[in-house]
């Protein structure tokens, strides 16, 4: 038997934490009202922090808290009196990026992980981050799994390395656009995605040299589901998905996804790669993802040159909140009608195809259309589905 | 004012030692965010010029390193030690474990560019053996004055020059021009967006966007506390760089800042700005 890695799933509040466990995630990352990247996510209060790990000891979890931004003065005397609270609430771990934090961490006894904020990729900076008490670096992005074996084998540290979802095109920490265009710290959690604006190529001369599209920084995603089998049998520790602000359908759908894989392999010790699973990864993004600098293999054909185009996910069609005599009560969210084909997924549950040919509303009133966002109805499902099941458009 | 200069070319070395206290030097393969390095035996003969001088050396070895890089980078540091030069910036954690491991007697500058932004964090670098801290451009007056009273390393300041802002492992812009077959030798390039040109190049593997405009800290030098204070004049001839130093020398501050601000595009970059750190939901 294989040893099986950790999954490690991104959650931007509570609804997001449980869909994440629920779905199959070992553990998850998230980050309170202070001192964590993603200003912009809906972060935990100190309050919420505590709902989590208690959420995460009861459905025998782990739960990771993210202090990663760069610190400034006035953050300082805070600090310390943060992570006592985050020690008293018992969560697995902190995830830090500035080293400074280690020995007030060690006083006060909570496991550290360092961040990808670092962007290390060698044996001798996470030889020293063992020698400071450090239990697990996650690194950069940039890291082949040549170099990730040889820090494992060299190390043994636990790793972590990202398997799926968006990327920095520069080494993490290393990018500051945002604070120069928008005046938004990029690594205080305000990045603005500048990385993904068009701008005109100009020559030493100023000559404008635009091709066809416009010049852009910005790389394709990542998807590592081709080489999943290799990252288990390298040791890594913790597989680790991108993407607090996503959606619970796309934390629901990626994590469900990683999680048969890995299972799969670890069970049969032979790995098929799915290209249906990476056809279900690709419809839940509408991004293109590739396996990045994990072989090596980086090129032109890494990046986006398609302008600004972002697509919003329609597939996400609702989610159940409760079955009862072979009605699903479900919460919408987005746009779906009576004769609509479609899939219900869940933790638990063999997904299945349907055809609605009955829609309820909340006073039982047969209706056609479910348009209102967050419109709560029933539907007539003849197999039986549980709370925070989901249905999508069938593909 | 200690004024440490990362030169814009060979050329300008030659040219301006003399109203300097000293340079930061780059080596090939080793460096980024730089328009030229030196190749090994160029560096050390360069050591020797300038020591001879009576100027102070610093080298920068500010990649993030990966595993293929160690073995040169523990052969440089050895060779370094050697030399007799006042210290070495880094980005990079492998260097304090490679010095520290090693004994090396070597002074080391703590330059993580972005996330050099609290006085606690230069302290326990100062605590692992890091002599040294040069701040982030990101940080306003009063906070790098915080740190430089609350630390206890000796501190460097950016000043003056084209600031780093993107540094990426990713060829950027040998990709594109790959992607639309675009036929140009430009030793610089520019992106272009809203009215402004940021300088990008490619050097060491590295592609680095810059800022549009050039940051002039000069007009606050007299307001900081600092030990050093670092001037990049990178995308500068070495007659305009010389232009500059000899107005500082011969003029003081206030003169030659006034007439770079006339000559050139400046601004004073995050010195009396801060950053937005919590965007509220309603300007998202």
Redesign the interface.
Same mark, same amino acid.
């Given at each position: 038997m294989k040893n099986k890695p950790e999954l490690l799933a991104p959650a931007g509040d509570l609804e997001r934490l449980k869909i994440a466990y629920l779905y199959g995630a070992d553990a998850c990352y998230i980050g309170g009202s202070l001192f964590s990247l993603r200003a912009n996510a809906i972060n935990f209060s100190d309050e919420e922090i505590k709902q989590a790990a208690d959420i995460a000891k009861e459905m025998n979890k782990k739960l990771y808290v993210t202090v990663n931004i760069a610190l400034h003065n006035e953050e300082i005397d805070a600090l310390k009196e943060y992570l006592k609270y985050l020690k008293k609430v018992s969560v697995d771990a902190i995830i830090i990026s500035d080293p400074s934090i280690i020995p007030i961490a060690n006083e006060v006894g909570l496991e550290i992980h360092l961040s990808t904020q670092q962007s290390t990729v060698n044996y001798e900076s996470v030889s020293f981050f063992k020698k400071k008490g450090v239990t697990r670096i996650v690194l950069a992005r940039e890291a082949s799994l040549n170099e990730i074996t040889e820090i494992i084998d060299k190390t043994g540290v636990e790793i972590e390395v990202f398997v799926h979802g968006a990327m920095c095109s520069s080494y993490s920490g290393r990018c500051v656009l945002s604070n120069v265009f928008t005046k938004r710290d990029s690594n205080r959690g305000g990045c603005s995605q500048i990385c993904r604006w068009d701008f005109d190529l100009l020559s030493s001369f100023k000559n404008d040299l635009t091709g066809e599209k416009p010049f852009t920084l910005s790389t394709k995603d990542l998807s590592q589901l081709k080489y999943l089998n290799q990252m288990i049998d390298a040791n890594i520790t913790s597989l680790k998905i991108e993407g607090r602000m996503r959606s619970i359908y796309y934390i629901a759908t990626v994590v469900s996804i990683y999680r048969r894989a890995i299972d799969e392999y670890v069970s049969k010790g032979v790995y098929e790669y799915n290209s249906e699973y990476e056809k279900v990864l690709f419809n839940v993004a509408n991004r293109d993802s590739i396996t990045q600098f994990l072989d090596g293999n980086i090129n032109k054909d890494s990046q986006y040159y398609n302008g600004r185009v972002e697509l919003s996910n329609q597939d996400f069609l609702g989610i159940i909140l409760e079955y009862n005599d072979g009605y699903a009560k479900i919460e919408q969210r987005n746009h779906f009608k009576k004769g609509e084909h479609v899939t219900f997924f869940g933790p638990n549950l063999n997904e299945f195809d349907f055809v609605i040919d009955e829609i309820l509303d909340e006073e039982k009133n047969k209706i056609d259309v479910v348009r209102h966002p967050r419109q709560v109805v029933y539907i007539k499902v003849p197999i039986k589905l549980t709370k925070l099941d989901m249905m999508k458009i069938k593909k | 004012m200690n004024l440490i200069v990362m030169p814009g070319s060979k050329k300008e070395i030659k040219k301006c030692y003399e109203l300097v206290d000293g340079y930061i030097l780059s080596l090939e393969n080793l460096s980024v965010n730089v328009n030229f390095s030196y190749k090994e035996k160029e560096l050390f003969n360069e050591i020797e010029f300038l020591k001879s001088k009576n100027k102070k050396v610093y080298v920068s070895l500010n990649k993030?390193? =990966?595993?293929d #890089?160690?073995k040169f980078l523990t052969e440089v540091l050895f060779k370094l030690e050697e030399s007799n030069i006042d210290g070495v910036f880094f980005y #990079?954690?492998?260097l304090?474990?490679?010095k520290?491991r090693n004994n090396l007697k070597i002074n080391l500058v703590w330059n993580?560019? =972005?996330?050099t !932004?609290?006085?606690? !964090?230069s302290?326990?670098?100062y605590q692992n053996g890091v002599s040294s801290t040069m701040l982030?451009?990101?940080?306003t007056k009063d906070?790098i004055n915080?740190?430089s009273k609350?630390s206890s390393s000796n501190i460097f300041v950016p000043i003056f020059g084209y600031q780093?802002?993107?540094?990426?492992?990713?060829m950027?812009?040998?990709?594109?021009?790959?992607?639309?077959?675009?036929i140009?030798d430009? %030793?610089?390039?520019?992106?272009? %967006?809203e009215g402004s #040109?940021?300088p990008i190049i490619e050097e060491n593997d590295t592609f680095t966007?810059f800022?549009a405009k050039m940051f002039n800290g000069l007009p606050f030098v007299n307001e900081l506390v600092s030990d050093y204070f670092v001037f990049n004049s990178i995308f500068l001839n070495s007659d305009e760089v010389h232009e500059i130093l000899i107005k500082i020398k011969k003029e003081g501050i206030k003169s030659a800042s006034s007439m770079i601000d006339e000559k050139y595009n400046t601004d004073t970059g995050?010195l009396n700005?801060k950053?937005?750190? %919590?965007?509220k939901k309603d300007e998202?």
């Open positions: - | 993030n390193m =990966h595993n #890089d160690i #990079d954690v492998s304090v474990n490679i520290n993580q560019e =972005h996330m !932004t609290n006085y606690m !964090t302290e326990f670098w982030s451009y990101e940080i906070e915080q740190i609350s780093p802002i993107f540094t990426s492992k990713r950027l812009l040998t990709y594109y021009k790959e992607e639309f077959d675009i140009d430009s %030793k610089v390039n520019y992106i272009h %967006k #040109d940021y966007v800022t995050f700005k950053t937005i750190y %919590k965007v998202e």
